[in-house]
């Protein structure tokens, strides 16, 4: 089974450098309807081949970036609220540095193996484990000879749940790996779980949108797209 997992297009959010986690959520802007206009090409360019299922989130901008890739493929997504950004609880619409840096730092306790900690009002990561499992297992099960799912998800979520379920992902991975508008990990399944019951391994992690450098907003505030190690977006006395 080969996985994509791919970011959705840019969003006022992003630009604004809101915490916008709750559905509906916010629309593409227009550099995020490019962005996924491109994907079905970009995805081709790199040789990766083109889905036989879409799975998104219930928030709308996963569903408006999958639409491209839809129409390319004649599939229909699906829809699950367990691929749904990371919930930012207390912290939901801020965007402010210290709230961003919470967050972030929240996030990358998760991506530690630290599952106890808790987003402000929000969810554990436990919570967030459970339900984005749950999902994956739902999207990727087999079926009709389905061998390559792609997954509209976001950014916090893929790069929390990639550093913990995927073999070849590095100690402190969401730290080190951006994973921008349109960027995507590209996964196949292990035939046995790992030492770790990792049923995962990473084949490739793209940052920049799928549909080439030229799609990056180098000037929007993202706090989930940007480094989170970036002393600058970090919580006062957290040391991240």
Same mark, same amino acid.
């Given at each position: 089974?080969?996985?994509?997992?791919?970011?959705?297009?840019? $969003?006022? =959010?992003?630009?604004? *450098?809101? !915490? &916008? %986690?709750?559905? #509906? /959520?916010?629309?593409?802007?227009?550099?995020?309807?490019?962005?996924?206009?491109?994907?079905?090409?970009?995805?081709?360019?790199?040789?990766?081949?083109?889905?036989?299922?879409?799975?998104?989130?219930t928030l709308l901008r996963t569903q408006l970036t999958a639409a491209p890739l839809a129409a390319a493929t004649g599939l229909t997504p699906d829809v699950l609220d367990g691929l749904k950004e990371i919930q930012a609880g207390d912290l939901e619409l801020r965007?402010?540095?210290?709230?961003?840096?919470?967050?972030?730092?929240? $996030?990358? =306790?998760?991506?530690? *193996?630290? !599952? &106890? %900690?808790?987003? #402000? /009002?929000?969810?554990?990561?436990?919570?967030?484990?459970?339900?984005?499992?749950?999902?994956?297992?739902?999207?990727?099960?087999?079926?009709?000879?389905?061998?390559?799912?792609?997954?509209?998800?976001?950014?916090?979520?893929?790069?929390?749940?990639?550093?913990?379920?995927?073999?070849?992902?590095?100690?402190?991975?969401?730290?080190?790996?951006?994973?921008?508008?349109?960027?995507?990990?590209?996964?196949?399944?292990?035939?046995?779980?790992?030492?770790?019951?990792?049923?995962?391994?990473?084949?490739?992690?793209?940052?920049?949108?799928?549909?080439?450098?030229?799609?990056?907003?180098?000037?929007?505030?993202?706090?989930?797209?940007?480094?989170?190690?970036?002393?600058?977006?970090?919580?006062?006395?957290?040391?991240?």
């Open positions: 089974m080969r996985l994509l997992l791919i970011r959705h297009g840019q $969003t006022p =959010a992003n630009v604004l *450098g809101q !915490l &916008d %986690t709750l559905v #509906p /959520g916010a629309p593409l802007t227009d550099l995020g309807e490019r962005q996924a206009a491109a994907l079905p090409a970009g995805l081709e360019t790199r040789g990766v081949e083109l889905p036989e299922r879409i799975v998104v989130s965007s402010d540095p210290h709230s961003q840096g919470l967050y972030n730092a929240t $996030t990358l =306790a998760w991506g530690r *193996g630290d !599952l &106890d %900690t808790e987003m #402000p /009002g929000g969810e554990s990561g436990r919570d967030f484990f459970a339900r984005f499992d749950d999902a994956i297992l739902r999207s990727t099960a087999s079926g009709e000879g389905v061998s390559r799912v792609a997954v509209v998800s976001h950014g916090a979520a893929i790069r929390v749940w990639v550093a913990q379920r995927a073999a070849g992902a590095v100690d402190h991975f969401a730290e080190t790996h951006q994973l921008l508008n349109t960027g995507l990990a590209h996964l196949e399944s292990l035939r046995e779980p790992d030492e770790r019951g990792r049923r995962w391994r990473l084949v490739s992690w793209v940052r920049e949108p799928a549909g080439g450098a030229g799609l990056v907003d180098e000037a929007a505030d993202d706090p989930t797209g940007r480094d989170v190690a970036d002393p600058a977006t970090a919580p006062e006395g957290s040391g991240a």
